[in-house]
T-cell receptor, first 112, second 112 residues
Framework: DQQVKQNSPSLSVQEGRISILNCDYT??????FLWYKKYPAEGPTFLIS?????DKNEDGRFTVFLNKSAKHLSLHIVPSQPGDSAVYFC???????????FGKGTRLSVIA | GAGVSQSPSNKVTEKGKDVELRCDPI?????LYWYRQRLGQGLEFLIYFQGNSAPDKSGLPSDRFSAERTGESVSTLTIQRTQQEDSAVYLCASRRTNTEAFFGQGTRLTVV
């Protein structure tokens, strides 16, 4: 029973365009959401997070949107760059230091 | 260093042997997590330590897996009588309360 789902295993985007990565969750107790980026042979690197009291958080080219009623969040990268090519994981947790539950990841390829 | 450190970075072992993986978390991080990532899969939660509380072992796949943590410092993950399906990258992460988790580089375990 997957509590965090990333339904697109891969995504290709032209350099300079917007990349939109989607994530759905089922656990209504989740109140903290994160996106991680992973290159081959490296550990995941934190990108951006959002708490359930917000619906948007922005950091440079990265923006995360949260729709609690739909149990959906998305990561927007604009403009996309070739260096953004990696696997992106969505993660969620309940309040406090509970385990982060990860999706299966979406492989983003930004084509020059 | 200031990050999460894992050792060894790579381990090749024969089926049936025991292995021990080590994680040095970031100083001051009360929570420590072990995850594993099999080839082509997402991050699978294994075990979670929070301060001096009893660990959450709900993700351990079998009784061949165990982990220890001394206070808020080093953790070791032990796999006894390794099987080929244990081959994966084992990732350790640490975090403070309600913040992002920081991951180590991982240990790539190959059981031959």
């Amino acid at each position: 029973d997957q509590q965090v789902k990333q339904n697109s295993p891969s995504l290709s985007v032209q350099e300079g365009r917007i990349s939109i990565l989607n994530c759905d969750y089922t656990n209504s107790m989740f109140d903290y959401f994160l996106w991680y980026k992973k290159y081959p042979a490296e550990g995941p690197t934190f990108l951006i997070s959002i708490s359930s009291i917000k619906d948007k958080n922005e950091d440079g080219r990265f923006t995360v949107f949260l729709n609690k009623s739909a149990k959906h969040l998305s990561l927007h990268i604009v403009p996309s760059q070739p260096g953004d090519s990696a696997v992106y994981f969505c993660a969620a947790s309940e309040a406090g230091n509970t385990p982060l539950v990860f999706g299966k990841g979406t492989r983003l390829s930004v084509i020059a | 260093g200031a990050g999460v450190s894992q050792s060894p970075s790579n381990k090749v072992t024969e089926k049936g042997k025991d292995v021990e993986l080590r994680c040095d978390p970031i100083s001051g991080h009360t929570a420590l997590y072990w995850y594993r990532q099999r080839l082509g899969q997402g991050l699978e939660f294994l075990i979670y330590f929070q301060g001096n509380s009893a660990p959450d072992k709900s993700g351990l796949p079998s009784d061949r897996f165990s982990a220890e943590r001394t206070g808020e410092s080093v953790s070791t993950l032990t796999i006894q009588r390794t099987q080929q399906e244990d081959s994966a990258v084992y990732l350790c992460a640490s975090r403070r309360t309600n913040t992002e988790a920081f991951f180590g580089q991982g240990t790539r375990l190959t059981v031959v």
